[in-house]
């Protein structure tokens, strides 16, 4: 069975622009979370979707908003980036929402300059 | 969630096993404790979770100590790609809402 997949890797943009990224669930997950890494916060929760729907929001500003399609794909959006938005940006599949057990895609690495 | 005590970092020499320990000493009773692992640049690698009994998969055994303050991950027979930081996370089984908190973990050094 295919793992999750992200699109793009890596990704350069300015300050001010906006980029979307993309993720593709393990088949049959219907859940998808997105986390943000870096070296000084380590990895935290953006937010979930299920079923087309935000479940769950972590402590980021309305800059970071995302969606989640029928096939449950789904993309995550940062709006008027700045520096400190410079992060390995993950995926996470689960089978549903709830407490089980999340499968990581390999992350894209967005550097704003 | 219950918050997690683990060391900042440990070595273990290759081919023995490691055991890495987890403080968790204010659980409840529906909190589940989990592991995950990544490695340099990589996105978090699911391992094993368990509630209090031990638990054991085809990478590691979760060993859940009688009164479930603390617990120990045992990968058997360390590798050198066994390399990477292990994080403890104690997680509440509930129906909705998937979200979790990631410490600090512990970095492990598998040394040839």
């Known amino acids: 069975k295919a793992g999750v997949t992200q699109t793009p890797r890596y990704l350069i943009k300015t300050r001010g622009q906006q980029v979307t990224l993309s993720c593709s669930p393990i088949?049959?997950?219907?859940?998808v979370s997105w986390y943000q890494q870096t070296p000084g916060q380590g990895l935290q929760f953006l937010f979930e979707?299920?079923?087309?729907?935000?479940?769950n929001k972590g402590n980021f500003p309305g800059r970071f908003s995302g969606r989640q399609f029928s096939n449950s794909r789904s993309e995550m959006n940062v709006s008027t980036l700045e520096l400190g938005d410079s992060a390995l940006y993950l995926c996470?599949?689960?089978?549903?929402?709830?407490?089980?057990?999340?499968?990581f895609g390999p992350g894209t690495r967005l550097t704003v300059t | 969630d219950a918050k997690t005590t683990q060391p900042p970092s440990m070595d273990c020499a290759e081919g023995r096993a490691a055991n890495l320990p987890c403080n968790h000493s204010?659980?409840?009773?529906?909190?589940?404790v989990y592991w995950y692992r990544q490695i340099h640049s990589q996105g978090p690698q699911y391992i094993i979770h368990?509630?209090?009994n031990n638990e054991t998969n085809e990478m590691a055994s979760l060993i859940i100590t009688e009164d479930r303050k603390s617990s120990t991950l045992i990968l058997p027979h360390a590798t050198l790609r066994d390399t990477a930081v292990y994080y403890c996370?104690?997680?509440?089984?509930?129906?909705?809402?998937?979200?979790?908190?990631f410490g600090t973990g512990t970095s492990l050094t598998v040394i040839p």
């Open positions: 996470a599949s689960s089978l549903r929402t709830g407490t089980y057990e999340q499968y």
């Open positions: 088949s049959g997950h219907r859940s």
């Open positions: 979707y299920f079923s087309e729907t935000q479940r």
């Open positions: 204010t659980i409840s009773g529906n909190e589940y």
């Open positions: 368990g509630l209090k």
């Open positions: 996370i104690v997680r509440v089984w509930v129906p909705t809402g998937n979200q979790f908190y």
